[in-house]
């Protein structure tokens, strides 16, 4: 059994260009699709599923069980993608990492949580609602007994998960370019890293070690991070100016309505449906 | 501590999916064909229950190999993973899951180890279960982590409403002015939280900017 991704097969030379015919099977007993290859390799020309209930669902992922392959996003047909809520793109990735080097992590993050100067690239990348790393030890995932066998792992494992606005293909090469030394040090000390710069492979890396999202919500799917925090400061200042409407003549008024609008200004931007991306 | 970012909790919950050969389809697939017909907008879970910024559920079938030299392994089960950035304290937060949404909660999380027998009707051992499966964050990361659910939802109303505003009133007269804002911000005042998980108003309007 394998896990292998369109681009790291249109990526090799030895895959045959030629397109293969997809055939998409509803399963009415459990409400899902299969999707079937005939003959089992695939390029990035595979961008749609077709006969599919919405073609923009193809995804690259596929779990070969023998001569039979199976698309899991293909089993969340619902209207948008389950990656994609919105303005909002969750992505998850898994690391292996050598269970020493998690300690070297631990300080990383450790000095990351408590000098805040150090996060200021993060913070200044103002696409990005809310993202976290998990350092899952390899003893440490969930064993509930009652019939549920202990992992037996050799590894630690490092679980990324982000929440943020516009591509998959803009978060990365953002990533990559604005926060390389960070990105370096907090993935440097998983197997097979090859580094955020150049961002040609640090792309097919992420690709490799990223799985799909199942269910996504959020509160506020019209709204992106920078939307949310110019949100606050209108709020605020109109809360601000609220207080005193009513407690001042309307010359006054007038002034402090003024600096109001001066104040919101820049931040009374739409918001509303993210744009098609191709 | 890592779990929290100023108000908010960065809940990260593994747990692990009943292994049964005898069940068709698997619990895995089962839990994944529930969760593809559940809505994501204002009638989703989430937005019923209330505190969830952003949540995600994802079933991860396994860890992923990333090639020579390093070694291959493999999971000896499906885990389903509940990513939520939550407002407040984790207890409150669990109740109100518990509270607000049992049947859902029960339809999903049914099908993994250890699941209390009574589901979420039984609060306080879904409390319990769901912090068993727990993972700490290691490092968590918020771009506004001081506001609630609600708090942002009204901002971003009157974020809307304020733009119309301003642009309606270009160039009144101060009495006029004034009037018409105490009256919109009353307006505003009396109006319910705008519901989670909406598209926000339709606008016609098209401004532009970085939101484009």
């Known amino acids: 059994m394998g896990i292998v991704t369109s681009r790291k097969a249109s990526n090799n030379p030895t895959v045959p260009q030629s397109a293969p015919v997809l055939h998409y099977k509803e399963s009415p007993a459990i409400g899902v699709g299969v999707v079937s290859i005939d003959h089992g390799l695939w390029d990035n020309s595979l961008t749609a599923l077709p006969g599919s209930p919405n073609s923009q669902q193809f995804v690259s992922r596929f779990e070969v069980r023998g001569l039979e392959p199976v698309c899991h996003s293909c089993l969340s047909l619902r209207g948008p993608m389950s990656n994609i809520n919105g303005k909002v793109y969750a992505l998850n990735a898994i690391t292996p990492m050598k269970p020493w080097k998690t300690w070297i992590l631990r300080a990383v993050f450790f000095a990351l949580g408590h000098v805040k100067p150090l996060q200021n690239d993060l913070i200044n990348l103002s696409f990005i609602e809310f993202a976290r790393w998990v350092i899952v030890p390899r003893r440490g995932f969930p064993c509930l007994g009652k019939g549920q066998l202990p992992e037996e792992l050799k590894y630690d494992y490092l679980l990324f998960f982000s929440n943020f606005n516009r591509t998959w293909n803009q978060y990365i090469d953002a990533f990559s370019a604005v926060l390389s030394k960070g990105l370096n040090l907090v993935w440097r000390w998983s197997e097979k890293f090859p580094g955020s710069v150049p961002v040609t492979l640090f792309k097919e890396y992420i690709a490799r070690v990223q799985f799909d999202t199942d269910y996504y919500y959020t509160a506020y799917p019209h709204a992106s991070a920078n939307d949310l925090k110019s949100a606050h400061i209108v709020q605020s200042s109109f809360d601000s100016l609220s207080a005193i409407a009513t407690q001042s003549s309307p010359e006054e008024f007038a002034a402090a309505y003024l600096q109001f609008v001066l104040q919101v200004q820049a931040h009374l931007g739409e918001t509303g449906e993210a744009p098609a991306v191709g | ?212």
């Open chain 2, 1 to 212: 501590m890592p779990n929290k970012n100023g108000s908010v909790y960065g809940l990260t919950i593994l747990s692990p999916i009943i292994d049964d050969d005898r069940a068709t389809p698997s619990h895995d697939l089962q839990i994944r064909a529930y969760l593809a017909q559940l809505s994501t907008r204002e009638d989703s879970p989430f937005a019923i229950a209330p505190g969830t910024h952003l949540a995600r559920l994802v079933v991860m079938d396994d860890v992923i190999y990333v090639g020579m030299p390093s070694c291959e392994e493999h999971l000896k089960s499906k885990y389903l993973v509940f990513e939520s950035n939550c407002d407040g304290e984790l207890d409150t937060y669990l109740a109100g899951l518990a509270d607000s949404i049992p049947r859902h909660l029960d339809a999903i999380w049914s099908h993994c180890v250890g699941y209390p027998t009574r589901g979420a009707a039984d609060r306080d051992a879904f409390i319990a279960y769901m912090k068993s499966c727990q993972l700490e964050t290691t490092f968590y990361f918020a771009a506004v982590n001081d506001k609630s659910v609600p708090a942002t939802l009204r901002a971003l109303r009157i974020q809307t409403a304020a733009a119309d505003f301003v642009a309606a009133h270009q160039g009144d007269d101060p009495v006029t002015l004034q009037r018409d804002f105490i009256h919109f911000a009353a307006q505003l005042k009396t109006l319910p939280p705008p519901p989670a998980g909406s598209m926000g108003p339709h606008r016609t309007i098209k401004t532009g900017g970085h939101n484009e």
